[in-house]
């Protein structure tokens, strides 16, 4: 069964997502041809299976983080084209630029951060779910 709280949290967070996956198609969506397997933006009813980038999150335990608990981001370039490391990094800077800019609009009464957490990013902080 899932938990009320919980949906709405992941719903909240979904729409962080939903607009930055929308930037990144704008800024960077021409510069390398989809796979080609993968749909083109804005073809679909979801955008996580459309144009060139995939953008979410998931829960993660923290067990091994210095972190703790938190929502370990993903972005995902659906291509066959090599990916220099250089635009890669910049596409990582942009990404967690926008999640530290948006995070306190979306969750203004939670202290959120998002931070490098080894070789991934992280959303963690007032994760509660208030009383179960």
Do not use: C
């Not at 909240?12 to 704008?26: A, C, H, P, Q, S």
């Not at 942009?94 to 992280?122: C, M, N, S, T």
Request: charged share 30%; net charge neutral; proline share 5%.
């Amino acid at each position: 069964m899932e938990h009320h709280a919980r949906l709405l949290w992941e719903s909240r967070l979904k729409k962080i997502f939903v607009r930055l996956d929308e930037y990144l198609e704008e800024e960077y969506g021409r510069r390398y041809p989809l796979h080609p397997a993968r749909a083109q933006r804005g073809s679909t009813a979801n955008n996580a299976y459309d144009g060139l980038f995939n953008v979410g999150a998931s829960f993660s335990a923290g067990i091994g983080s210095k972190h703790g608990p938190g929502y370990v981001v993903e972005v995902r370039m659906v291509t066959l084209s090599h990916i220099p490391a250089k635009i890669r990094v910049e596409i990582e800077d942009v990404v967690l630029e926008y999640l530290q800019r948006e995070l306190p609009v979306e969750f203004p009464e939670r202290e959120l951060q998002v931070a490098r957490d080894g070789k991934i990013y992280k959303i963690f902080g007032d994760l509660s779910l208030g009383i179960l």
